[in-house]
């Protein structure tokens, strides 16, 4: 059984750019969910994909974006980069929408200059 | 505004002991309550959930919940230094997960040898 990958691992951008970053789920899950988790802090909910359309969102703004792919592998873009965004992005899969039992990747740590 | 309180410690436990680790929450409608652990440098990893009031055991793990009270804890019999970890503690609103998990900021946990 093939876990849930993140790549990559660590990035550093510039204020004002943009990034994605991309997320293969376990086999066998068909939904993805993305999570920021800023230092000290829990993760915080941005997005849920199933059938490759978006299926909940968070407090996050419109420049926070994804896609979900027939494989079930997902991406996060997020444009106009801010130092606050700086964090720990993680991506969950799961089986189904209605549930909390959740596979984290190992996230992608993203430093905003 | 959905909440999760947690102390967020550290909370210092002496080896064979019993750590026990406290969860209020805000939203009365809130179906599911999960507990994740949280090693330094790494993702979060489901450890124990539970949907309905009282106690839910596994292995060295006990979940109780109080929906009443609107509070859910995490014991942790003859702890051992490898749970030495952040224990996140979330949940689903009613609704179900479409909107994610909630998570607290978390309770940083010291096994002491």
């Known amino acids: 059984e093939t876990g849930v990958t993140q790549s990559p691992t660590h990035l550093i951008k510039t204020r004002g750019q943009q990034v994605t970053l991309r997320c293969s789920s376990q086999?066998?899950?068909?939904?993805v969910s993305w999570y920021q988790q800023a230092l000290g802090q829990g993760p915080q909910f941005i997005f849920q994909y199933y059938r490759e359309e978006e299926n909940g969102r968070g407090n996050f703004p419109p420049r926070f974006s994804g896609l979900q792919f027939p494989n079930y592998s997902s991406e996060l873009n997020v444009n106009a980069l801010e130092l606050d965004d700086s964090a720990l992005y993680l991506c969950?899969?799961?089986?189904?929408?209605?549930?909390?039992?959740?596979?984290f990747g190992e996230g992608s740590r993203l430093t905003v200059l | 505004q959905k909440e999760v309180e947690q102390n967020s410690g550290p909370l210092s436990v002496p080896e064979g002991a019993i750590a026990s680790l406290n969860c209020t929450y805000s939203d009365r409608g809130s179906q599911s309550f999960f507990w994740y652990r949280q090693y330094s440098g790494k993702s979060p990893e489901l450890i124990m959930f539970?949907?309905?009031?009282g106690d839910k055991e596994d292995g060295r793990f006990t979940a109780q919940l109080n929906k009443a009270s609107q509070y859910v804890s995490l014991l942790i019999r003859d702890s051992q230094p490898s749970d030495s970890a952040t224990y996140l503690c979330?949940?689903?609103?009613?609704?179900?997960?479409?909107?994610?998990?909630?998570f607290g900021k978390g309770t940083h946990l010291i096994i002491q040898p």
């Open positions: 979330a949940f689903t609103p009613k609704g179900g997960g479409a909107d994610g998990l909630t």
């Open positions: 539970i949907y309905s009031n």
């Open positions: 086999s066998g899950h068909n939904t």
């Open positions: 969950a899969s799961s089986f189904g929408t209605n549930t909390g039992e959740l596979f």
